[in-house]
């Protein structure tokens, strides 16, 4: 079975700009969640989306957005890039919301802002 | 406010040495922790999932505990290989409010060969 899929894997964009980041979970899990990481940092948690409904939204601006789609795919949008945005964008999955058997990451988006 | 510490930020071993990396929280009202390890620049592998009721888990050279009413878990790994290098982090997460998972930044660890 394939892990979290997370693309693309790397990014480059200018501030202002606007950035899409895509996330499909394991297969069977319905629990999508976004976390960002900067250098030397543990990951800060973003959104978590269930069952394509939004349970949970961390200390971050109105510029960042995430949807679920009926398949549980899920992707994160970013508005008006700064220079701090640069960061390991990181998906995880769960097959609940509570996430009772752990979380399952992906590989990250690399996504640097000049 | 739940905070999640690693202690220490950085540690430099010799092959085949036991180890002990240590992961404290402030509140102990928890509903499962997990350690994972990060490569650089790569995604989170998980290495072991402790539920709240349980006090250890184990995996090969792994062993995890977990003592809520000190705030505590440890990750214990034995016969450390230079394969083992890579950072360390500790993730928990509440028994109420948004079902997140919460960091602690890390131990990065380094096996001398």
């Known amino acids: 079975d394939a892990g979290v899929t997370q693309s693309p894997t790397h990014l480059i964009k200018t501030r202002g700009q606007q950035v899409t980041l895509r996330c499909s979970p394991i297969?069977?899990?319905?629990?999508v969640s976004w976390y960002q990481q900067v250098l030397g940092q543990g990951p800060q948690f973003i959104f978590q989306y269930y069952e394509k409904e939004e349970r949970g939204r961390g200390n971050f601006p109105d510029r960042f957005s995430a949807r679920q789609f009926p398949n549980y795919s899920s992707e994160l949008n970013v508005n008006a890039l700064l220079l701090g945005d640069s960061a390991l964008y990181l998906c995880a999955s769960t097959l609940d919301y509570r996430g009772a058997a752990g979380y399952t990451f992906g590989s990250g988006t690399r996504l640097t802002v000049v | 406010k739940q905070e999640v510490t690693q202690i220490p930020a950085a540690l430099s071993v010799p092959e085949g040495e036991n180890l002990v990396l240590n992961c404290s929280f402030t509140d102990s009202a928890i509903y499962n922790l997990q350690w994972f390890r990060q490569d650089p620049g790569k995604g989170l592998t998980s290495l072991l999932l402790?539920?709240?009721?349980?006090r250890e888990q184990t995996s090969g050279r792994l062993n995890a505990s977990l003592d809520k009413s000190s705030g505590r878990s440890t990750l214990y790994i034995a016969a450390s290989q230079p394969g083992d290098s890579a950072t360390y982090l500790c993730a928990l997460s509440p028994t109420s409010g948004t079902y997140k998972y919460i960091f602690g930044t890390g131990t990065r660890l380094k096996v001398l060969a």
């Open positions: 297969s069977g899990h319905k629990s």
């Open positions: 402790i539920q709240s009721s349980q």
